[in-house]
């Protein structure tokens, strides 16, 4: 009998590493997409406080995230198009060249003392066209690299890439700017991009695989309409617009933060730490995940536990019960993020894999903002207890109505993956 203590058991509940032993080509790219995450952490972090610097204005630095978010929404369709269209490896290198000269010209106009909040927006925007263009294509090589049975396991792997690079990054760039101004925190930004740009190197080509006979060019239309035929890709984003937009507390954690707990500033950096240490946590232990089949149903569950951990946050008045419950979330959305992945990746051909990454982007760039409106609005009508609460109830009683109507979606095996 094997004990828990044993290493077979804590290979089963640890994240599964056999995609970086088995293909040398994703252990590269998943290496070299940790590092940028970790150095554009740090861009993003270093960016708002010159913005604040130069303006001694929140609205600014709020700006920031627009000025990021739309050219994501516009371009994230673009870029899933281009990438069914064009060699992924090829679009890979290009938008991370592009990234890296970005960060290259933050360094520069830092060291030069050109210190200018327009500049900084347009390569805010920039930087958003070549993530935009980057991720779709980084996305579709993936089950090009791997075989269908390791993908949540390198899904679950890419999901502590993420959180690794919004805990590490920020951190590490307040240091840096602390220290040694954010020239530096720009130059090491810019040198991390020679993981990634190393690793889309040593891939091969990665053309879509596409008939001779249809048009050179994909098309986002295509792509919609091909989505509009697939109700089990098409429940993945509406699941989880179900936890993004009904429940999605992020903007009332700052008014949380002092009518709960009584606290300020570095209460609301807890309680927005919170989800991101529970994501992390839920990539860290891992292992199981590879052994699941059923992934509708897996994913209904988890978004389902998402409202339920934040509807019970919404209950609580104590801080360290209300930090557990809102990791207990980020936990949750980790596991439906792997299996959302995982079937986008599994159940699409290859030559739609590009466009549906795009969607993709679109929904997890845009559903947390119409959440963040939504929750607003609520507090403002009610109170915040009843907008966390009630969002969170929402989301549960949303995603039981699509469970309900879809029932292929419950009945999805990864053994036999239909779109």
Partial sequence: MTTTGTPEARRR??????PLRTSADYRRLWLGNTVSWIGQGMTTLAISLQVYDITHSTFSVGLVGLFSLVPLIVFGLYGGAVADTVDRRKLGLFSATGSAALSAALAAAAFAGFHHVWFLYGIVALQAVCAALNAPARSAMIPRLLPPGQLPAANALNSMT?????????????????YAGYQTAYSVDAVAF??????????P????DRDRTTAKRASVLDGLRFLATRPNIRMTFFSDFCAMILAHPRALFPAVAVLWYGGDARTTGLLVAAPAVGALLGGVFSGWLGRIRRHGVAILLAVASWGTAIAVFGLTRNLWLG????????CADTVSMVFRNTMLQAAAPDEMRGRLQGVFIVVVAGGPRLGDFLAGSVADLTSPAVAVTGGGVACVLAIGLLALRGRGFVRYDAREPAP
């Fill in 194 to 203: 020679g993981a990634s740009l190393y690793a889309m190197w040593r891939l």
């Fill in 205 to 208: 080509s990665m053309l879509p």
């Fill in 162 to 178: 993420t959180t690794s690079g919004m805990l590490i990054g920020p951190m590490l760039g307040g240091l840096i700017v602390g």
């Fill in 13 to 18: 509940i640890l994240a599964d590493l056999t």
């Fill in 323 to 330: 930090l557990f419950f809102l990791a207990l979330a980020g």
